[in-house]
């Protein structure tokens, strides 16, 4: 399988002490991994390593080429934690911002076509009712939602989403995590999601990459069930994990390991 | 009386290069304000009064002079922000108190004010010569073409840069670029209204866009037509009732601002 992304020895530092230190794993097409980890543990600046919006130390490849030598942007969607005019009045529609995520091109002029793919995204994320409607004015969900769109609208093969479902209610929540589950599995889009909450995405996530300043592991859900790094790293996580499994007989990732367990 | 006004060579000169140059202090405005950075005009400025002090002591021009010393400073200010991550507010004070107490410092060396030095503090349109002019339609044109050229790069990295830099765009440059306009915007303004007044001429019109304003597009517009308008209206005002000019024009422009808030808040309920 293509190798998306690839890091190698990766390391990052504000400071003398560093955020992140001996990261490598390699994320191959088609792979839905849950970055997990506590807070503070440099989920969030791993991503941000992977975009190149950070600079660190060690190698990254993105679809087998450099980083630094990365042209094909469109082939990544991104999707931040928070939205990014949530308390200025930055007079924009909803579909001016979904168009920002199509490559872009010199001059003021919408075509017909570019147009049509900023419907079918947000036909996606069914937002198409607040096309025209001011950004700021909608609500944090309702934002978040058009952003999935921006994400999505440039069709890319590689989805890095940090934390995105934390201001959907639980029906969009729903949609979101099935429009993510039905990406990966009907159209092979690989994807990369921050999450805390492992119950709730773990039916569809294909493998784990728990990041707690270190990689602690990467693998299959079901190897990491069994993983006694894990179960000695995660601590309360671990025990909700258990309580899970006393509580409903089965594996909360939804892997086949619920037998061991019980 | 507006005939008799519009007859003069001098008012037409200042009123074009006035017009040119609040255009696009503006227009540059508009993104400064959203990106949060409006103050850096205001930076420049104080800087400004570095390279006419030193313009008036070696007896060249203080626009030629000003130019590089205020460029120098902006890339300065952003070094600062974003090398030794110091606030940008932070930032921007320091380079306008080094750029203000270096001016008055080669002022006191040069043997303290004079009128020259006074004209340029608080502005004199009225004394814009033709080539001033000229430089601030070149101005003008450069930030219509960046704008019409780099439309969707610069709205991008003014509303979300990290998700632009997914995007290819080079957001850091764009910033460095925007930045290095507005310095020239601000020497070459700085006669329109003075050094201490000009990054109102950069904050208050977008400030009154935005409170109008339901589109991206809207808000360069409008921006612009407030700050050629407080131009006009202003150095009308100053010539019919004899008051500076240059402090009308802010004045004019508080106006505009005021009504703006006072149309944002009551007149769109009203037409609801």
Not at chain 2, 171 to 198: P, Q, R
Not at chain 2, 219 to 230: C, D, T
Request: glycine letters at 10%; a positive charge.
């Amino acid at each position: 399988m293509q190798s998306v992304i690839r890091a190698e020895s990766l390391r990052f530092a504000y400071t003398r002490v560093p955020v992140l230190e001996n990261i490598s794993f390699d994320v191959k097409s088609g792979d839905y991994v849950g970055l997990i980890g506590p807070n503070g543990g440099g989920k969030t600046t791993l991503l941000k390593l992977l975009l190149g919006l950070e600079k660190g130390s060690g190698e990254i490849f993105l679809f087998g080429t450099p980083l630094e030598e990365f042209k094909d942007w469109h082939k990544i969607g991104y999707l931040a934690q928070k939205s990014p005019v949530s308390q200025s009045r930055f007079p924009i529609s909803a579909e001016e911002v979904v168009l920002m995520g199509l490559p872009s091109r010199r001059g003021a002029a919408v075509s017909r076509a570019e147009l049509k793919e900023v419907y079918a995204a947000m036909q996606q994320t069914r937002t198409r009712e607040y096309a025209g409607r001011i950004f700021h004015d909608l609500s944090i969900g309702q934002q978040q939602r058009v952003l999935l769109a921006r994400a999505l609208v440039s069709k890319p093969e590689l989805l890095i989403l940090d934390e995105p479902s934390t201001a959907l209610d639980a029906s969009s929540r729903e949609m979101f995590f099935d429009l993510l589950g039905e990406l990966n599995s009907k159209h092979g889009v690989t994807i990369l999601l921050i999450t805390h909450d492992t119950g709730e995405v773990g039916k569809y996530i294909s493998k784990f990459m728990y990041v707690d300043k270190t990689l602690v592991f990467f693998g299959t859900k079901e190897e990491f069930c069994k993983s006694d790094k894990v179960a000695q790293k995660l601590g309360a996580f671990a025990q909700h994990t258990i309580d899970h499994l006393h509580n409903h007989g089965h594996c909360p990732l939804g892997c086949s390991c619920g037998e061991e367990h019980k | 009386m507006i005939g008799e006004f519009l007859s003069y060579g001098f008012v037409q000169r200042g009123l074009v290069a006035g017009s040119f140059a609040a255009a696009a202090c503006a227009l540059l405005g508009v993104f400064l304000v959203l990106k949060r950075l409006s103050l850096i005009g205001d930076g420049m400025s104080h800087v400004c009064l570095t390279g006419v002090a030193v313009a008036l002591l070696t007896s060249t021009n203080p626009v030629y002079m000003s130019v590089p010393v205020v460029m120098l400073s902006s890339l300065g200010i952003m070094k600062l922000t974003q090398k030794f991550k110091i606030y940008g507010d932070a930032a921007i004070g320091i380079v306008s108190a080094a750029g203000l107490s270096v001016g008055l410092m080669i002022t006191a060396f040069a043997g303290g004010f004079n009128t020259d030095l006074l004209g340029y503090l608080f502005g004199s349109i009225l004394t814009v010569a033709r080539a001033e002019a000229v430089l601030c339609g070149v101005l003008l044109a450069v930030v219509l073409a960046g704008l019409l050229f780099f439309y969707r790069d610069l709205t991008s990295a003014c509303f979300d840069e990290p998700f632009a830099c997914t995007r290819g765009i080079r957001a850091g440059a764009v910033n460095t670029a925007l930045v290095m306009v507005t310095s020239v915007a601000v020497v070459l303004a700085f006669k329109v209204v003075g050094i201490f007044l000009i990054s109102a001429l950069i904050i208050i019109p977008p400030v009154s866009a935005l409170l109008l304003s339901r589109t991206f597009k809207q808000v360069l517009w409008l921006a612009a037509g407030f700050g050629v308008a407080s131009v006009w209206l202003g150095v009308y005002l100053s010539f019919v009732f004899n008051i500076p000019s240059g402090a009308t024009i802010i004045l004019v422009n508080l106006l505009f601002l005021a009504g703006s808030y006072v149309y944002s808040k009551w007149g769109v309920k009203d037409a609801r």
